[in-house]
C-alpha cells in the first residue's frame, strides 16, 4: 500500500470510551502530523513529529495523547472526549517541510 | 502574521471557466506555497506548489501566480470541469528544507462549484 493510510475511517465513541486512530505512512518521510478538521473551520494542526520526537504541541487538550513509536508510525489515543470533539482527524507526512501529504481521515462522533 | 487569507469562501462557475481563488500572507518568511484539493470525506491532495522567486507555475489545467511584492497568490483553474467541484485550500510554510519538518498555514478554504 502507497501514501498514508489510517485506520479506522469511522468511529463512533462515547464520551467514557478509550480509543486510538491509526496512521501509517509508506513514503519513507521525517514528519508526521495531526490534524483536526471541523465543519466550517480551518485545519487545526494538533501535533507534529519529526523523527518520531514530538516538535509541536498545539495547545491540544490532554485527552488526546499522541504516540510514535517509529518515523512510519503515529497514534492518537482518545479518552473521555467531549461532543464538540466531533471531527475528521487527518494524518498527514512531510519530507524535509516540501508540503504535507494527507490520510483519507478518521471520521469521528462523539455521543 | 501567520494568518493566510483566502478569498472568496465560495465559487460557482459553468463548465470551461476559469475560476480564480486568492491568497494572501504577511508572513515574508514564508518561502513555500502549496495548494491542496479536498473533496468531500477524503483528505486534502497536493495539488500543485511555489516558491516566491517564481513568479507562474502551470501543471496541466492548475496554474499558480504569485505576486511577492504585493505578498499575494493566486490558483486559476482552466478549462475547469464538473470534477474539479471539491474545496480548495492555499497554504504557506516557513523555511521548507530547512528545519527538517515544515509547518502549514492554512487558508480558509474554498467551495468551488463547477455546473456541467
Known amino acids: 500500500e502507497t501514501g498514508v493510510t489510517q485506520t479506522p475511517r469511522h468511529l463512533v465513541m462515547g464520551m467514557t470510551n478509550k480509543k486510538s486512530l491509526k496512521c501509517e505512512q509508506h513514503?519513507?518521510?521525517?514528519?508526521m502530523y495531526w490534524y483536526k478538521q471541523s465543519a466550517k473551520k480551518p485545519l487545526e494542526l494538533m501535533f507534529v513529529?519529526?523523527?518520531?520526537?514530538q516538535t509541536e504541541n498545539n495547545s491540544v487538550p490532554s485527552r488526546f495523547s499522541p504516540e510514535c513509536p517509529n518515523s512510519s508510525h503515529l497514534f492518537l489515543h482518545l479518552h473521555t472526549l467531549q461532543p464538540e470533539d466531533s471531527a475528521l482527524y487527518l494524518c498527514a507526512s512531510s519530507h524535509w517541510g516540501f508540503g504535507e501529504f494527507f490520510g483519507p481521515g478518521t471520521r469521528l462522533t462523539v455521543l | 502574521q501567520q494568518q493566510v487569507k483566502q478569498s472568496p469562501q465560495s465559487l460557482i462557475v459553468q463548465k470551461g471557466g476559469i475560476p480564480i481563488i486568492n491568497c494572501a500572507y504577511e508572513n515574508t518568511a514564508f518561502d513555500y506555497f502549496p495548494w491542496y484539493q479536498q473533496f468531500p470525506g477524503k483528505g486534502p491532495a497536493l495539488l500543485i506548489a511555489?516558491?516566491?522567486?517564481?513568479s507562474e507555475k502551470k501543471e496541466g489545467r492548475f496554474t499558480i501566480s504569485f505576486n511577492k511584492s504585493a505578498k499575494q497568490f493566486s490558483l486559476h483553474i482552466m478549462d475547469s470541469q464538473p470534477g474539479d467541484s471539491a474545496t480548495y485550500f492555499c497554504?504557506?510554510?516557513?523555511?521548507?528544507?530547512?528545519?527538517?519538518?515544515?509547518?502549514?498555514?492554512f487558508g480558509q478554504g474554498t467551495i468551488l462549484t463547477v455546473h456541467p
Open positions: 497554504a504557506a510554510i516557513t523555511n521548507a528544507g530547512g528545519t527538517s519538518y515544515g509547518k502549514l498555514t
Open positions: 513514503l519513507g518521510h521525517n514528519a
Open positions: 511555489i516558491r516566491p522567486d517564481v
Open positions: 513529529y519529526n523523527f518520531k520526537e
